[in-house]
């Protein structure tokens, strides 16, 4: 496995360490420790090694290259983005090569270096040569550490072109100009070349990596003058690794993560404290780094090295609402409490990545002076600043989204140096839009390769997939004796998860969870298995989604759909007929029939007894009246026996202090002509909480499960208790309105929220159960080897142990608990278990891994949500249009304005009481605002707005507001939402705007209809549509013409789904 042994670790020595890291390889190949992936590295030519090939899980470069191309350090390190072009074959990455980008440029570089070397669609393979005797080289005396690698390169690339019987010629490209005149023509078949020289030579018709290499090399001579010209230092030198790692070990300095305030970018950034740090520190709050100096060239994510000031110093967090671009002066208004302050002197990992960025206009450009070459380009992310970039194309890239790379960023500049990378699209285009929030969270959406569907099982009417008399003997039969099926959104394709409950002979009840049983198709360590690992989630935007596997397997195969047979894992438990208590449990693999595909609506109607629904189930369409009665009787009968088991287990969570936390889920409504109309907040149904009680349950026991058989290698979730100071802006908001908060534990806070109700107004207490949410940790994956028991505690579920089990098909988490499961059930039978599993050190690094995925997944949903939830109001007038005027509810009060939510939309935002020019809201007698000059004065929970001329208006924590929605648009950044309190009145919803009771479309069944209506339309003005190409299409699995094409179509089309994906 390349994650294992010295390329598994992204925390590696710095700096001259690696010297010594490369005699501790050496040590250890002498004394025979080192296994057997760190052999060298497999070629085709190679005839001589017969444990090349197991080094690299079977990988092999090309057979038709013209020659191997070995780059020296400096290459990997500057040219990386240029050696991931599909194109460029037959590299061979040296080991020093690889652990000097691990030392030098930090974890995201690195990480991206070992994500090219996994993908089978590169061309590309690792050598170990400071594992090969004959390649290894001890550094000299007085050598510096750079030419030592160089000569070290030099020298494995040599070796490998004697180890291929010196028939494949070897390109070594380097930029050291005396390591190409020394070994230029020292050894006849490996050529010395410079990078940009093999580019030209070999590759003159690859344009695309002409131009990045044209700008990576103009950004390095730019900081090169640039360094040698400039003498006065903007910021204070970082200091050495050395003195930061004594000073935080005697607690002078502190280490943590700094992430930057996106509402006052230019002035606010804290630290959140890290590692030893948090545990020896008596300080229980973040460092606050106040000022672009403080922050002294670290950028938002970085680990960073802290000093904190003097408490004379100290400053505090500011409390007034402000605009997302605001400069570096202080609003005037009075900031918090002070708080712990201090100044970044040092940064320990840089993670740096690809970053968005808009070019100036063409009269921003002329004023920034004569040199147009040096640009000043401003990145999407506001937490990002500004960064100069080298080109001449800045007019021509004015109107476009376009990736940069930031090179390095030096104490004599004020900004970082950057190059340019690529165009992502036109601004303001939904295309490019969305291609910068997939970049923005490093997703990527690339088909998968030839190599990973080669892997895939066929399916086809020609060649139908049938259960194989194999697996027949080995599993559990579940076809005829059990009734099994599923409860799903409307429209779903990737189903996961299947339920049976059935009455047993001595009268206790069987209660089933059935799990698509994905490992049976994906092999540990093959190709399609690495490819999911590296997604780790399948992605949901607002339209589409992105899958974690092929569809052959996520939307067919591993997907229970009804009336086929399919593989899953089963968990059936023996239940009490009367308590519901757990007698027994079985854990095994099974083959199961799903008798009926039902969603969410239908299921709930049968619940309620409406029997009519039962023509919307296509199972009873063809069956006469006597089996379809029978029927019937059976499957309203399982439903309503799941959901009195489901209430049982919730209770027991519930007494035990499970939250019940409030979450804004929208679904979309359609008007007579198919066009979408509304956005209306979704209703929760009880079969929803009975299909998550079961799987919650499931999850729960396969925790134990794997636990107790591997308790120091079992990847569980935990969700940690709160800081006590996050809950004080609930308890105040409760206060207000004469209710208690108890935070003190789970089941205090579960049932203070619970009495929390106010009897007029049902906002109330969903408001308060957000700012419990908003309070809340968020649940991470961990091994159980690098935690004690008493921190495996889910706190918002309130169990002691809890995994992922039941989305395998859309979460690697749950594959790999999949294998532990059937590891654990081996182990239980005496039998040998298959496969390695991970161990501990490489189980928690996976964990961070997917828990670094899951954020961007996470990210992305709620940025394409609020992309087309600004899409919904954008071309709607504010002042005509009456869907832009709503009732609002005041959540919290700022020094200069409140924060609102607008039930209506499911919307949040700032509204200011205090304009730009100085002017405060006033209220007249008809309850009309206008803004006059005046002041405002705010208290705990309330704030009063009063003019020079003597009226005043007050609004309280959880007052009714008349507000107008409007869009603010931005030519650098995504558009926002911006609500204006109109009237200090809550808002009267008319006649015409009473919303349709019926129920609307979900999701899937909305893009098909839209789709359909669209495509109609177009056919009548013969106008022609884009289909998508066939491999994105089964990449994304977006059905049919792309949503963003029929919203350009359809100005007034606005599509919005906040489906959550829940972290339970």
């Known amino acids: 496995m390349l994650e294992a042994g010295w390329f598994g670790s992204s925390e590696g020595p710095q700096g001259a360490e690696a010297e010594a890291s490369s005699r501790r390889n050496l040590a250890r190949r002498r004394t025979g420790e080192v296994p057997s992936w760190e052999l060298p590295a497999s070629c085709c030519r190679c005839e001589a090694d017969i444990d090349c090939f197991a080094a690299t899980d079977g990988k092999l470069l090309s057979s038709d290259v013209t020659h191997y191309v070995i780059p020296d350090w400096k290459v990997v390190q500057d040219y990386l983005e ?82 291929c019987q010196d028939r494949m010629p070897i390109v070594m490209v380097t930029e050291d100009e005396e390591a190409i005149q020394q070994y230029g023509s020292e050894t006849e078949g490996v050529f010395v070349i410079s990078f940009k020289n093999y580019l030209d030579n ?49 607690g ?39 000022g672009m100096k403080a922050r002294n060239r670290s950028i938002h994510g970085d680990v960073v090295v802290v000093e904190l000031l003097p408490k004379n110093e100290w400053k505090g967090r500011t409390v007034a609402l402000c605009e997302n671009d605001c400069d570096d002066k202080a609003s005037g208004e009075s900031p918090s409490e002070p708080m712990p302050t201090g100044r970044v002197v040092g940064i320990l990992q840089k993670n740096w990545r690809d970053y968005v960025v808009t070019f100036p206009s ?64 036109r601004i303001g285009d939904l295309e490019g839009e969305i291609a910068t929030i997939l970049v923005e969270n490093s997703i990527s959406v690339i088909p998968f390769s030839e190599a990973q569907m080669c892997e895939m099982p066929v399916n086809t009417p020609e060649n139908p997939w049938k259960v194989s008399p194999e697996e027949e003997q080995k599993r559990k039969d579940l076809r005829k004796s059990h009734l099994v099926f599923s409860i799903d959104p409307k429209g779903c394709e990737d189903v996961d998860d299947t339920l049976s409950v059935r009455t047993l002979n001595n009268g206790n009840l069987e209660l089933g969870v059935h799990i698509a049983d994905v490992t049976h198709f994906v092999a540990p360590n093959s190709y399609i298995d690495i490819e999911a690992r590296t997604r780790a989630t399948t992605y949901y935007l607002a339209d589409r989604r992105y899958d974690m596997l092929p569809s052959v397997l996520s939307a067919d195969l591993c997907s229970l759909l009804g009336g086929v047979d399919r593989y899953a894992v089963s968990i059936m438990w023996e239940l009490d007929k009367a308590s519901y208590e757990i007698k027994k449990v079985w854990y095994g693999r099974t083959i199961i029939r799903s008798a009926y595909k039902l969603f969410y609506e239908a299921a709930q109607e049968l619940l309620d007894g409406n029997l009519s629904v039962v023509d919307d189930i296509p199972e009873f369409k063809d069956l006469d009246e006597k089996s379809r009665q029978a029927k019937l009787e059976e499957l309203v009968w399982a439903i309503g026996k799941l959901t009195d088991i489901a209430r049982h287990v919730r209770a027991k969570r519930d007494g035990c202090g499970a939250l019940e936390l409030e979450g804004v889920e929208v679904r979309v409504q359609l008007d007579d002509k198919k066009n979408i109309h509304d956005l209306i907040p979704k209703q929760p149904l ?20 794997i636990w107790e ?179 609002g509810v005041i959540y919290s009060i700022r020094t200069n304005g409140v924060l609102l939510f607008i039930p209506r939309f499911g919307i949040k935002g700032a509204a200011y009481l205090k304009n730009k020019d100085g002017l405060v809201i006033s209220c007249g007698p008809d309850s009309c605002s206008e803004w006059k000059p005046g002041s405002l004065q705010r208290f705990q929970n309330k704030i009063t707005s009063t003019t020079t001329d003597g009226e005043s208006v007050t609004f309280h924590l959880f007052d009714h507001v008349t507000v107008r929605i409007s869009i603010q648009a931005s030519r650098c950044h995504s558009d926002t939402i911006r609500l204006e309190i109109i ?20 999701k899937s069944e909305l893009v098909k209809e839209v789709t359909k209506s669209v495509e109609e339309a177009q056919l009548a003005q013969e106008v022609k549509v884009n289909i998508i190409q066939e491999e994105y299409q089964e990449y994304c699995q977006t059905k049919g013409t792309s949503l963003y094409t029929l919203l350009e179509e359809i100005r007034d089309l606005a599509l919005l789904d906040v489906s959550n994906n829940y972290g339970i």
């Open 709 to 887: 058989s591997f308790p120091h290698q079992a990847l569980l979730r935990q969700h940690p208790p709160p800081h006590q100071e996050f809950f004080s802006e609930l308890r105040e908001c409760a206060k207000a309105k004469g209710f208690f908060i108890d935070t003190r534990s789970n089941k205090t806070l579960a049932d203070s929220l619970d009495n929390a109700k106010d009897p007029h107004d049902p906002i109330v207490n969903r408001l308060l159960r957000s700012m419990a949410t908003q309070a809340m940790s968020n649940a991470l994956y961990f091994s159980t080897g690098s935690c004690a028991e008493e921190e495996f505690h889910h706190y918002g579920l309130a169990l002691d142990k809890y995994t992922h089990f039941t989305s395998p098909i859309r979460r690697y988490s749950d594959i790999v608990v999949h294998r532990l499961l059937m590891a654990a059930i081996s182990k239980d039978k005496k039998m040998e278990i298959k496969g390695n599993l991970f161990s501990n050190k490489d189980l928690e690094e996976l964990c961070r891994h997917i828990n670094n995925r899951n954020r961007a997944a996470q990210h992305s949903q709620k940025q394409s949500t609020e992309l087309f939830q600004c899409m919904y109001f954008k071309d709607k007038d504010p002042a005509t249009e009456e869907r832009c005027i709503s009732d």
């Open 252 to 290: 002078r300095y502190i280490q943590g993560i700094l992430n930057v305030n996106k509402h006052r970018a230019q002035i606010e950034a804290f630290v959140r404290l890290q590692g030893a740090s948090s545990k020896d520190s008596d300080l229980v709050s973040d460092i606050l780094i106040h």
């Open 686 to 705: 009880e079969v929803h909480e009975t299909v998550a009680e079961c799987m919650i349950l499931a999850n729960h026991w396969v925790a134990k499960k």
């Open 202 to 250: 070999f590759w003159p018709d690859l344009k695309a990596a002409h131009e990045l290499c044209d700008s990576i090399l103009q950004s390095r001579r730019e900081r090169e003058n640039e360094s040698q010209e400039s003498h006065g230092k903007e910021y204070p030198e970082h200091l050495p690794l050395e003195v930061l790692e004594a000073g935080i070990k005697s």
């Open 983 to 1002: 009237s200090n009145k809550p808002y009267k919803i008319p006649n015409t705007e009473l919303i349709h009771q019926s129920s609307p479309l979900l």
């Open 82 to 163: 240029i050696l991931e072009f599909p194109e460029l074959k037959g590299i061979i990455f040296m080991q020093t090569a690889c652990q000097a980008v691990q030392h030098q440029r930090g974890r995201r570089q690195y990480n991206k270096l070992r994500n090219l070397l996994k993908d089978a669609r590169h061309d590309c393979i690792l050598f170990a040569n400071e594992f090969q005797q004959c390649c290894y080289l001890p550094r000299e005396g007085g050598e510096s550490m750079e030419k030592w690698q160089t000569r070290s390169i030099y020298n494995a690339a040599v070796w490998y072109y004697h180890h």
């Open 362 to 425: 063409k009269e921003e450009v002329q004023s920034q002076g004569k040199n147009a070459q040096k640009i000043l380009v401003t990145p999407w992310d506001y937490r990002i600043p500004k960064i100069r970039i080298s080109t001449q194309q800045a007019e021509t890239l004015q109107d476009f989204r376009v990736v940069v790379r930031i090179d390095s960023w030096e104490s004599t500049s004020v900004y970082p140096n950057g190059h340019f990378v690529r165009v992502l699209g």
